[in-house]
């Protein structure tokens, strides 16, 4: 490649994939007509730091060592990249004037933003902003009325009492210039301005939007009068697992009613509307310094939001809503991918080996993720299997593996002693609503797929296992339960 291309990453928070489109984001849908669109692409873990250690390194969050956010020190080790894994920041920052504007959640053993020999600009960041806040004086959004209690265990042994976000909703009082996305755009759109123009340009913006607390500004939060909710909106499906019961999605999730979730659905579009009109801003500010056309654009998410979906909050599940995340790839204009759109699933570890490949970077050894290229190119990918992990959100404790194969999804949901299994077609039942792992006629995909998921556990050096005959003994464990009447009545209810 004789001249390298400028590089902008944008990166949302908490954005589900099925909020893009129609009236709320046209940005976005500009961009992703001139991008090759990933229409099936999956976070490697629904949750905040390992999504993005997993994004940046290409490697499973086994394989880098990053499985929780650090808000537990008991745990707060397992939050952190190994020690000498390289990173789209170290691997870029010679060559690249390389900036990171927003959330700062990629965690390594290094202190990668803390390293004095980081050439990269580290600024902009969520600790800027509030010192930008606490200097003019002003209220950040949110605050205790959109946080509450909650039990969380740690260390996979013992039961603590957190404060989360809930979904309460209110009109914060100040501009957008004073709104968490407000500051990181301004920040991004100086980084563009004052770049070194004798270096390409790396960007990596790391929104907020439209993660949690939404409390959001105007005109954002009254543009819109009410949004249309998805079927399975405050809706707990036959036979989904009852662990989920115990892990924070549902704790917080069972105490809103489908009625409820209007109004949340309505504020976190007018949020997902805000994050548009940001990028809005970013690709303008590009285009006004005359590099947009040399500059490759990703837009995605580090995983998506339940948002009331089978009676859940946040993310930290394996459903559709929570672990499918948008994945958009503008290319520069020198360069005509063969296709616009892939079907085939593809995981966030995939996007640091496809940047190796077309800027002529060295790929580092084991990578987990494989260069989408091929599939830009419009070649075949003989790959079979995504996978999916969740180790427990601020500590160690409630687990998940899933493994997604040929349409369907298998989850293996752990906690304490129980697993629950659940498999769904999910081509034909995008919002998973008939779980299948009750079905004779599935006992030997179920199989098979735990086989697959089992044997890439083992080369990831899980520190779970599954058992041989976990299948056999879910059967039997939960087969009598949904026999009985006031199970189905309550599931009913």
């Not at 499906?237 to 009625?259: A, H």
């Not at 006004?288 to 580090?302: H, K, Q």
């Amino acid at each position: 490649m004789d001249k390298k291309p400028n590089v902008v990453i944008i990166m949302a928070d908490q954005l589900r994939f099925d909020a893009l489109g129609k009236e709320y984001t046209p940005h976005i849908n500009e961009l992703a007509e001139e991008s090759v669109n990933f229409r099936h692409a999956y976070c490697a873990s629904p949750l905040c730091v390992p999504a993005r250690g997993a994004f940046f390194t290409g490697k499973y969050p086994n394989v880098n060592g990053s499985l929780i956010n650090p808000w537990e020190p008991l745990d707060a080790s397992h939050a952190n990249v190994k020690k000498g894994i390289p990173n789209l920041y170290t691997m870029m920052e010679n060559d690249w004037d390389s900036w990171h504007i927003g959330k700062q959640h990629l965690y390594t053993e290094e202190r990668i933003d803390k390293n004095p020999k980081s050439r990269t600009k580290w600024t902009y960041t969520e600790k800027d902003y509030d010192d930008f806040m606490r200097e003019k004086n002003k209220r950040k959004p949110g605050g205790e009325n959109f946080r509450d209690i909650i039990p969380e265990m740690a260390g996979g042994t013992t039961t603590r009492v957190k404060k989360y976000s809930i979904p309460t909703t209110g009109r914060y009082e100040e501009s957008i210039d004073y709104f968490f996305d407000g500051y990181f755009t301004n920040g991004a759109i100086n980084a563009i301005k004052n770049r070194d123009r004798d270096k390409p340009l790396l960007l990596n913006v790391m929104m907020l939007a439209p993660h949690p607390p939404l409390e959001i500004p105007e005109p954002w939060y009254s543009r819109f009068k009410e949004v249309e909710l998805p079927e399975n909106v405050g809706v707990w499906s036959k036979d989904q697992s009852p662990l989920q019961l115990y892990n924070l999605p549902g704790i917080i999730g069972t105490r809103y009613r489908r009625e409820d979730w209007k109004e949340v659905h309505r504020v976190y579009m007018g949020l997902v509307s805000l994050l548009d009109d940001c990028v809005g801003r970013i690709i303008d500010a590009l285009k006004e310094e005359g590099i947009y056309d040399d500059t490759l654009i990703i837009f995605t998410s580090d995983h998506g939001e339940m948002l009331g979906s089978h009676r859940l909050w946040q993310k930290m599940c394996m459903y559709e809503e929570s672990v499918r995340i948008p994945l958009y790839i503008k290319f520069p204009k020198s360069y005509s991918p063969t296709v616009k759109s892939v079907n085939v699933p593809v995981s966030a570890v995939d996007v640091l080996p496809t940047l190796c490949e077309f800027l002529e970077l060295n790929t580092p050894a084991d990578l987990s993720g494989i260069s989408l290229m091929p599939l830009i190119r419009g070649e075949e990918i003989h790959r079979k299997n995504i996978f999916i992990q969740y180790d427990g959100n601020g500590a160690l404790g409630n687990f998940q593996r899933c493994v997604i194969s040929e349409g369907y999804k298998l989850i293996v949901d752990m906690f304490k002693d129980e697993t629950y299994l659940e498999l769904y077609n999910v081509i034909n039942d995008p919002q998973e609503r008939e779980n299948l792992a009750f079905e004779d006629k599935y006992e030997d995909k179920i199989n098979n797929m735990l086989i697959s998921l089992r044997r890439h556990m083992a080369e990831t050096g899980d520190m779970l296992s599954i058992a041989p005959d976990i299948y056999k003994e879910f059967i039997n464990k939960y087969s009598p339960l949904r026999r009985d009447n006031n199970y189905a009545k309550a599931q009913k209810e």
